[in-house]
């Protein structure tokens, strides 16, 4: 099988897309497949290279606008290629559009990640074409069945759609041998964008009184956060640890009670820190935003699910959480087991070859 991905960057560009392309990729051409990643270089130039059995070509960018690469060479590039499965990311209009117009391989794949959520200008221009680019899709992949019955765009093409839930290397991530014996602490791995919704959970710690926060990761919205927990006078117990090394990040899971994904808008699509903090044994709390964050955590089994931009019902979870060791231990066992039954790496990348084959045969 001739497999083609298209997105807008690849590794070593990195974010959660990226490295879902990658682990496909990688793990389809071990497998033996002819496998080509088309995406759009950093700078004007094209150029070629073979990474790990995949074969990758960056067309050269012009510019970048509104988070979106504009290259007149990669639908040039697109339109010479062969190929059996064309599988996209969306969002990313230049890549949809210019597959549509071409329609070179036997079949097409979306993986729908997300609605566009705040560019609603592009979107008006870009909303009929989207449609239209959805209804000739062979398969449709959603990461959740939230996503299904809530986008406005998925549901007219429902037909067309699987589940295909996000999946992590288990691997790397697991319970700790004893339970974690130090001061009240909570854990929010992220980039910090606003849609992440850390403000949400910096407002509540002035209620959760000697419960310690650590945030993983960095962004533009680290500076006015770390201001709001200066203002709030809880600076002293939220520590903002930028990036971690992979070695770092299990020790970090290891040292906390809980994790929290306090997400208030739809480009929260999924939360794959909620698999790997569930894979570590940590009871999760996130929010309800009609996406898959609520339903990989499972209310009252797996962690606690309240509504967004409520730092209130955020706080009241969480203390329900850190001062019930009980609690943590029964919700950190069954998130363990409910990673190890259904997002694993290996179960999403055997779901995704049946796609493809859904796709051909249709």
């Not at 997105?7 to 990658?22: A, Q, S, T």
């Not at 790997?276 to 044994?281: F, I, K, L, P, Y």
């Amino acid at each position: 099988m001739n497999i083609l991905h298209i997105y807008k960057d690849y590794y070593p560009v990195l974010g959660g897309i990226e490295n879902h392309i990658r682990v496909l990729a990688e793990a389809q051409a071990a497998a033996g497949y002819d496998v080509t990643v088309l995406v759009c270089a950093p700078g004007h130039r094209t150029h070629r290279e073979t990474l790990n059995g995949v074969r990758v070509i960056k067309a050269g960018r012009l510019l970048t606008a509104a988070s979106m690469p504009i290259s007149l060479a990669q639908p040039v590039i697109l339109a010479s290629l062969r190929a059996d499965i064309v599988h996209l990311q969306s969002p990313y209009p230049l890549g949809e559009i210019a597959n549509y117009l071409t329609r070179r391989a036997k079949a097409t794949v979306i993986s729908y990640q997300s609605d566009i959520v705040r560019q609603r200008r592009t979107l008006r221009l870009y909303g009929p074409l989207l449609r239209r680019v959805l209804g000739h899709a062979d398969r449709i992949v959603a990461s959740s069945p939230r996503y299904i019955e809530t986008s406005e765009w998925l549901r007219p093409v429902r037909d067309r759609c699987t589940v295909v839930p996000l999946g992590i290397d288990i691997s790397r991530f697991s319970p700790p041998a004893e339970p974690y014996a130090g001061p009240a602490t909570l854990l929010f791995v992220g980039r910090l964008r606003y849609y992440k919704g850390l403000d949400t959970l910096i407002r509540a710690m002035p209620a959760l009184e000697g419960v310690h926060l650590q945030v993983v990761g960095d962004g533009p919205m680290r500076a006015p956060w770390e201001r709001l927990s200066t203002e709030l006078g809880v600076q002293e117990r939220v520590r903002f640890l930028s990036e971690v090394s992979d070695a770092e990040l299990p020790r970090l899971y290891h040292r906390a009670n809980a994790f929290v994904l306090p997400a208030n808008a739809r480009a929260e699509a999924f939360g794959t820190v909620l698999l790997e903090a569930m894979a570590s044994g940590l009871p999760c709390v996130t929010t309800e935003v009609g996406t898959g964050t609520s339903w990989v955590v499972q209310d009252g089994v797996t962690g606690a699910v309240v509504p967004p931009c409520n730092p209130h019902a955020l706080a009241e979870a969480v203390a329900g959480i850190v001062r019930d060791p009980l609690k943590q231990r029964e919700m950190g066992q069954a998130g363990r087991a409910r990673v190890e039954a259904e997002f694993t790496r290996d179960r999403m990348i055997q779901r995704i070859e049946a796609v493809y084959a859904e796709a051909l045969a249709a």
